[in-house]
């Protein structure tokens, strides 16, 4: 059913208080990471927003990022903001099967043409058609189907982003993203192995309250979530500031909560909100639990060279390590010397893992 | 130590998060103090995000616990439930937000006379006065 409803109304109606409305603001622009005083004006925004159409499609993948939001617990804000747009069309929460399903997806389509979001899980297989398929057709097919009428796509997880596990080496089924097809519509990428319930809620809450899409880095995904690495942001950054890492995950170094860096972390390289927004309604993150970062939400991260191997270094980090190691009391010349820096510099290219020792040969 | 019995996995306690020099909450404080200036200063009033800000748990709580609760505590059921207090330092609130499943959903320190949310709202005293009409009538 279609609702002409704005979301401050269907609230209100609900017996929510204009208080209880700021409080859901307040929330809301926090999960937007905008800066608290705009609650006002993100209340202002929703109370004229209507529901917007959307329609979810499952190709290659696992539903892990259907089951990442549906698990939020309810009635959590992300729950609210589910609740609220009309999900015309999801593989598998729709109670309707075969032609009735055939039947909401077309009538979704038509009634909001050029108007409906598309949200698209899993990758497409392009080696044989016939790996995948919906009621008989491709998952190319159906792609090029529903997104030739849709406003903006919004891939979802790292599968529908760049791949993911299906696109892994040796990619047996010719695995690809969404942004690989669709090349004339606004394409947003929400990538994470899944990706963070509250990050599809914040997109889908963004582009309610602003009616358009968020600003996207360079990998399509949105700034406000994906601009910081998960090493800018995490609560362990002082460790590894000093030179402090864990070399097991039960010495001393883990037990106080130092820096696992050596132990894999893939946080360095990886863009991600988890050390801000958290998992499991805000409990804690993996680097919190005591596991380095696995780098989920970048491309190819599961062909980076193993999860327990320590990240190769960046060579534009070169001089930053220098400063790390002065003031964790290694030798700075040798960390800073040129003899072996092509080793490290072909190790970043091949993306090779180099071991700290070669730093300080 | 007595040993562990077969069917009972020992649970050992560590402390696994010591000081890092509190350089995370430092900051918060430092931010804190600079909002408390401006608020003194020009009225003008400073949210900080809690939920924006890399702190582990521990951290947190080091941080509610060294600003301590003050004399105004004010307890809201709405959406889940609300709890917003002054802490041992006037002009500094803390604000925290829960579901209706008691989980958190959002924390603010708020540096400010009172926190905007405490107060009545134009349209709730609108639809109260009607109601309280509504009462006077049928009294
Ligand atoms: S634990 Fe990982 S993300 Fe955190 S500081 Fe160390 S390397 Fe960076
Ligand atoms: S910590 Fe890293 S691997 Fe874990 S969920 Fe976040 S981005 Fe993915």
């Known amino acids: 059913m279609i609702t002409q409803e704005t979301l401050g109304k269907t609230l209100i109606s609900h ?20 800066h ?60 309707a099967a075969g032609d009735a399903a055939e039947k909401a997806l077309h009538d979704a389509m038509h009634a909001h043409k050029g108007k409906y979001l598309l949200v698209v899980e899993g990758s497409i297989p392009l080696a044989n058609p016939g790996f995948s398929t919906v009621g008989g057709k491709s998952n190319l097919d159906v792609l090029q189907h529903v997104a ?158 193993g999860f327990y191997k320590a990240l190769s270094i960046p060579g534009s980090d070169v001089k930053k390590m220098a400063g790390y190691a002065v003031a964790a009391g290694l030798a700075a010349g040798a960390v800073g010397g040129m003899a072996n820096r092509s080793k490290k510099v072909d190790a970043v290219k091949k993306h090779e893992t180099i071991s700290v020792e070669d730093w300080e040969e | 130590m007595a040993p562990a019995k077969d069917n009972v996995i020992p649970i050992k306690r560590i402390d696994s998060h010591p000081s890092q020099d509190n350089i995370n909450i430092r900051s918060i404080l430092i931010e804190i103090q600079a909002g408390l200036d401006n608020l003194s200063e020009s009225g003008s ?15 947190r709580e080091k941080l509610f616990e060294l600003l301590g609760q003050g004399e105004v505590h004010i307890h809201m059921s709405l959406l889940g439930t609300s709890e917003i207090y002054e802490t041992l330092f006037s002009g500094v609130w803390v604000v925290k937000h829960r579901d209706e499943l008691e989980e958190f959903s959002s924390m603010f320190i708020e540096i400010c006379h009172i926190p905007d949310i405490v107060l009545s709202q134009p349209d709730d005293i609108v639809t109260a006065n009607s109601k309280l009409q509504g009462l006077i009538n049928n009294i």
């Open chain 1, 15 to 34: 017996g929510v208080s204009r208080r209880g409305f700021i409080k859901f603001c307040s929330t809301l622009t926090s999960m937007l990471a905008l």
């Open chain 1, 36 to 95: 608290p005083s705009m609650a006002i004006q993100v209340a202002k925004s929703l109370e004229k927003i209507q529901r917007p159409s959307v329609i979810w499609l499952h190709f290659q993948e696992c539903t892990g990022c259907s089951e990442s939001l549906t698990r939020s617990h309810a009635p959590t804000i992300e729950s609210l903001i589910f609740d609220y747009i009309s999900l015309d069309y999801h593989e598998t929460l729709l109670a």
């Open chain 1, 148 to 305: 030739k009428d849709a406003a903006a796509i919004i891939a979802v997880g790292s599968c529908a982003s760049f791949g993911g596990l299906p696109n892994a080496d040796p990619n047996p089924t010719g695995a690809v993203s969404v942004s690989d097809i669709i090349k004339d519509k606004p394409i947003i990428n929400i990538s994470g192995c899944p990706p963070i319930p509250v990050v599809i809620t914040g997109v889908l809450a963004h582009y309610l309250t602003f009616n358009v899409l968020p600003e996207l880095d360079e990998l399509g995904r949105p700034k406000t979530f994906y601009a910081d690495t998960i090493h800018d942001r995490c609560y362990r950054r002082p460790f590894y500031d000093k030179g402090l890492f864990a070399e097991s995950f039960d010495d001393e170094g883990a037990k106080k909560g130092w820096c696992l860096y050596r132990l894999g972390c893939k946080g360095p390289t990886t863009h991600n909100a988890c050390a801000t927004v958290k998992w499991n309604d805000q409990t804690s993150w993996p680097v919190e639990a005591g596991h380095g970062c696995l780098g989920c939400s970048e491309p190819r991260f599961w062909d980076g060279g």
């Open chain 2, 45 to 59: 009033r400073h949210i900080i995000d809690l939920g924006a800000i890399p702190l582990a748990g521990y951290e």
